[in-house]
């Protein structure tokens, strides 16, 4: 008999020419993550493995797969802020993906503009949209369903500042698709931008 269905059991693997995961998980919001060392080195970074887990107070967070640079600054200082990934920074951000000792600035390798926060002591990216600066709630070590501790570490965060560049603001609404975001696909280099062919409305039920 056959099935409409390819199925598989991740232990066992997919079967399949790449793993499906990726892409059927994207697109993905990209954590664009700016931390500070305790050396005072500024690292950047993105993680597409990357969420928005309350709005009251707004929380985000991002899964480090194996202890990176960021997770170990975040660690150290409590601190990191989130860059949004527009269009035309989407070439400096893939640069600052690199795997780079952690003395070396992300900022300076991709020859990107920093300002300082306001409220955090890290770095942000100055041509970003949006940044939102946050304070570390939990770093939490990911189990496996059967209790293994695996290399996957969540870090969760409040945010406690917001910048908003003022021309993505229209009568006091911010425009989702004027930021023009990327947003993460699947395989090695599938990326997608947001743009306002792509809205559509649909209000709750009564
Ligand atoms: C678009 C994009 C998304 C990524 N998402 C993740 C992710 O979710 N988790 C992760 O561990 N690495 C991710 N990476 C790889 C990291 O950016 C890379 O390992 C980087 O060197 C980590 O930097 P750091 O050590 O300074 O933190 C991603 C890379 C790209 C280009």
Not at 48 to 62: E, H, L, N, T
Not at 173 to 180: E, G, I, L, N, S
């Amino acid at each position: 008999m056959t099935s409409d269905f390819h199925f598989y059991e991740p232990r066992h693997g997919h079967r399949l020419a790449h793993n499906p995961f990726y892409a059927i998980m994207g697109p993905r919001m990209i954590g664009w993550i700016a931390t500070r060392s305790k050396e005072g080195v500024d690292n950047l970074a993105p993680y597409s493995f990357f969420g928005a887990y309350s709005a009251d107070p707004p929380m985000i967070g991002f899964t480090s797969e194996g202890w990176k640079d960021s997770v170990d600054n975040v660690r150290s200082t409590g601190e990191f802020s989130w860059n949004l990934v527009s269009r035309d920074l989407a070439q400096a951000m893939n640069l600052t993906s690199q795997s780079v000792p952690a003395e070396m600035d992300e900022f300076e390798l991709a020859g990107i503009q920093k300002s300082e926060c306001r409220v955090i002591s890290a770095s942000r990216v100055e041509d970003s949209p949006v940044t939102f600066e946050c304070r570390l709630s939990e770093l939490s070590q990911l189990r496996s369903s059967s209790g293994t501790s695996l290399d996957q570490w969540l870090v969760l965060g409040e945010v406690v500042g917001v910048h908003v560049r003022k021309n993505f603001l229209e009568h006091g609404v911010y425009q989702t698709a004027k930021a023009r975001p990327i947003l993460r696909g699947g395989g090695k280099a599938e990326y997608f931008e947001i743009s306002s062919a792509l809205r559509f409305e649909m209000s709750r039920p009564e």
